[in-house]
């Protein structure tokens, strides 16, 4: 029943802020959490690719407090461990992480996301048991240490109509081209700088709400 309930409020999900510190303009990760649940995001996804688990297990926890509040859904980057330790909603894991199939094992109540960059990936992610499988990176972007690698608006359309699970996309979005992901069918657009590094997080979760559930495709 755990399960059940974190993927109803996942189908509602339309913004997806994921976190980066550095990228913040010199805000902390608290700081951006209250700003996107004040502009009404119902999950955010706790990522810092440089940080100690230790470090990561600590805001976790802070964050797990301050998600129930505001009844959003929260996912883990990359760490099953501290997902379940702190008991978060879900993870995400990334092409050189766990793999979804040994994640689903140890877990029946967490949401399970999977990175893929191409269809091949996409496709063994859903036959291994993920919820949900991001597409990207879609633009160049600054979160990724290859940065001129990215799959493009196509790639949404083409690995999305094949899918049957739910998927997000991720990569160098942001308001001025959230337009084109859109258009290639995307429902559920996840972003960092996109967000953390606007001047009013809080408007500009708000925009992008806006912007996604006014498309013809959402919902």
């Known amino acids: 029943m755990i399960k059940k309930a974190r993927l ?25 959490l209250d700003a996107v649940l004040a502009g009404g995001a119902k999950i955010i996804q706790l990522r810092e690719k440089d940080w100690s688990k230790k470090e990561i297990y600590d ?43 040994a994640a689903r094992k140890i877990t029946d109540d967490l949401i399970i996301g999977a990175s893929s960059h191409n269809i091949q990936e996409a496709l ?4 291994d048991g993920a ?5 990207g990176p879609v633009f160049p972007t600054k979160t990724k240490k290859n940065a001129g690698t990215f799959v493009g608006t196509g790639a ?4 999305g109509e094949k899918l049957k699970t739910p998927f997000t996309t991720m990569g160098g979005i942001n308001k001025d081209n959230i337009h084109l992901v859109l258009e290639a ?19 500009r979760v708000r925009t992008l709400k806006k912007i ?3 498309s013809k495709d959402w919902g």
């Open 8 to 32: 109803e409020k996942f189908k509602n999900v339309d913004i997806y802020p994921v976190t980066c510190q550095e990228l913040s303009k010199g805000r902390t990760n608290l700081e951006v």
């Open 59 to 101: 805001l976790a926890i802070e964050f797990k407090k301050r998600t129930i509040l505001n009844n959003a859904l929260l996912i883990i980057n990359d760490y099953l461990d501290i997902a379940l330790a702190v008991q978060a909603d879900g993870v995400h894991l990334g092409q050189d992480d766990l793999p979804v199939s």
């Open 124 to 127: 063994q992610a859903e036959k």
């Open 131 to 135: 919820d949900y499988i991001n597409i």
């Open 156 to 159: 949404i359309t083409k690995i």
């Open 185 to 203: 069918g995307a429902q559920r657009v996840a972003m960092v700088t996109g967000i953390n590094r606007a001047q009013d997080m809080v408007d």
């Open 212 to 214: 996604i559930r006014d």
